[in-house]
């Protein structure tokens, strides 16, 4: 069974960092893109980031390049979104989710999410 | 432009046919995916492929593309059919990915 698990998010300041993981079971992460999709409250969703472990370029909405990267560790099946110098306005649950193999867009499982609130 | 553009709202009545459309011009080259989100939850993705559903998801549901606009259509609303339906392409460079802005489906 295909299944996504988020952690690591919560309270941080203006300018702080923190890292949301994004735990991957049934599947090879290696053989598929992944994505991040934010979701500020009562809003709705807005395309993060697409990384794929495989070495392909990883790409970055405008609202967040330079700021937020991501890594992995494969052995662990487990992506990583590192963000820094966070603003109030980065405040969103953060879902990941799997790109389908027939099109990368096609987000055919998504985790939870993780509640990342950026307040002083 | 890589912009979609989605009614914020629409309501059908139990039982009925309700289309929600999702507009933008990359949609005239690249087709669009549908995802169904209800309050508290994460989305499901409904359709795919302009017109393919996954496994689980009720027939019901259905896709279609017109120019520049793709359609979900729901045939016979169920109540639990009532949440946020987000459609989502890519843009021109295939770097990355657009979602509308949302509906919002009341089934009366």
């Known amino acids: 069974e295909v299944q996504l698990v988020e952690s690591g998010g919560g309270l941080v300041q203006p300018g702080g960092s923190l890292r949301v993981s994004c735990a991957a079971s049934g599947f090879t992460l290696s053989n598929y893109w992944i994505h991040w999709v934010r979701q500020a409250p009562g809003k709705g969703l807005v395309w993060v980031s697409r990384f794929h472990s495989g070495g392909s370029p990883t790409t970055y909405a405008d609202s967040v390049k330079g700021r937020f990267t991501i890594s992995s560790d494969n052995a662990k099946n487990t992506v990583f979104l590192h963000m820094d110098s966070l603003r109030a306005e980065d405040t969103a649950v953060y879902f990941c989710?799997?790109?389908?193999?027939?099109?990368?867009?096609?987000?055919?499982?998504w985790g939870q999410g993780s509640l990342v609130t950026v307040s002083s | 432009s890589s912009e979609l553009t989605q009614d914020p709202a629409v309501s059908v009545a139990l039982g009925q046919t309700v289309r929600i459309i999702c507009q933008g011009d990359?949609?005239?080259?690249?087709?669009a995916s549908w995802y169904q989100q209800k309050p508290g939850q994460a989305p499901v993705l409904v359709i795919y492929?302009?017109?393919n559903r996954p496994s689980g998801i009720p027939d019901r549901f259905s896709g279609s593309r017109s120019g520049n606009t793709a359609s979900l259509t729901i045939t016979g609303a169920q109540a639990e059919d009532e949440a946020d339906y987000y459609c989502?392409?890519?843009?021109?460079?295939?770097?990355?990915?657009?979602f509308g802005g949302g509906t919002k489906l009341t089934v009366l």
């Open positions: 990359i949609l005239r080259s690249y087709y």
């Open positions: 492929a302009e017109n």
């Open positions: 989710a799997r790109g389908a193999q027939t099109a990368t867009y096609y987000l055919d499982y």
């Open positions: 989502n392409s890519r843009d021109s460079s295939g770097d990355h990915v657009v």
